[in-house]
């Protein structure tokens, strides 16, 4: 089941009698909460909230071949890179050695940033060259 994007609401996906809904209103705050229903009713996360409109994340080079430097601002931040499909590449903590990606095959990946203490989520896109 799909909705279009209206007041900050969607219902992302209806597979297996799972849904996932997401909204801004709760949080009194720009942002995200989840709640994901199942046959057994709705169970909630924790909020993650997005502040990218006030704190932009940047990693570089982008393109990149061999390695991609993630700013020492987010330093000890969870990072998470992901194929296009949701397939967990590789994940660790932000330090200050650039992440080497001369494995990783050409194409494009979503780097997620997270800070759990601040509840800060950045996710950025990389392109990986041969």
């Known amino acids: 089941m799909k909705r279009r ?3 900050a609401e969607v219902t992302v996906l209806t597979h297996g009698g799972y849904g996932t809904h997401t909204s801004t ?3 009194g705050r720009p942002g995200w909460a989840i709640t994901s229903f199942n046959h057994k009713g709705p169970r909630n996360w924790e909020p993650y ?3 990218i409109a006030n704190d932009r994340a940047n990693i570089y ?3 990149a ?3 991609i430097i993630i700013p020492d601002q987010y330093m000890n931040f969870a990072y998470r890179i992901v194929t296009l499909n949701g397939q967990l590449i590789d994940e660790g ?3 200050t050695e650039p992440l080497n990606i001369t494995s990783f ?5 979503i780097v997620e940033l997270l ?3 601040e509840n800060k989520r950045f996710s950025l896109s990389v392109v990986k060259n041969r």
């Open 115 to 117: 800070n759990f203490s």
């Open 25 to 27: 209103r709760c949080l």
């Open 61 to 63: 080079p982008n393109p």
């Open 93 to 95: 903590r932000v330090g």
């Open 5 to 7: 994007l209206t007041d």
């Open 65 to 67: 071949s061999d390695y």
């Open 49 to 51: 909230y997005n502040e």
């Open 105 to 109: 095959h050409t194409g494009l990946y």
